[in-house]
Nanobody, 124 residues
Framework: QLQASGGGLVQAGGSLRLSCAASGRTFSNNPMGWFRQAPGKGREFVVAISWSGTRTDYARFVKGRFTISRDNAKNTVYLQMNSLKPEDTAVYYC???????????????????WGQGTQVTVSS
């Protein structure tokens, strides 16, 4: 139901734009989030956006570099990643909150729908 795309290999300092497209149902009333998982590490919160798109919450380590946005008409969420660092290397997952109109959350358990992940690799 969620398809993440846009990952790839980029040099440090470069940019990538991830997309997360929903199919089969709409998530326009659900908060959305991006998480990531690096090799040998647990899944960590990156950023969330409210269902209306008016509020966002960023992990400290991406503030000022990453920007989340959503286009509810297209049922798609985007993650613009700039000034990428080697430590940003991970599989990035998009997720939709379990319940419509919920408060956006930084915890994975609040999200009931997950995409398959897209690999982002940043070389030094």
């Amino acid at each position: 139901q969620l398809q993440a795309s846009g990952g790839g290999l980029v040099q440090a300092g470069g940019s990538l734009r991830l997309s997360c497209a929903a199919s089969g149902r709409t998530f326009s009333n659900n908060p959305m989030g991006w998480f990531r998982q690096a090799p040998g590490k647990g899944r960590e919160f990156v950023v969330a956006i409210s269902w209306s798109g008016t509020r966002t919450d960023y992990a400290r380590f991406v503030k000022g570099r990453f920007t989340i946005s959503r286009d509810n008409a297209k049922n798609t969420v985007y993650l613009q990643m700039n000034s990428l660092k080697p430590e940003d290397t991970a599989v990035y997952y998009c997720a939709a909150a379990r319940y419509p109109l919920a408060t956006m959350s930084t915890t994975a358990s609040a999200y009931g729908y997950w995409g398959q992940g897209t690999q982002v690799t940043v070389s030094s």
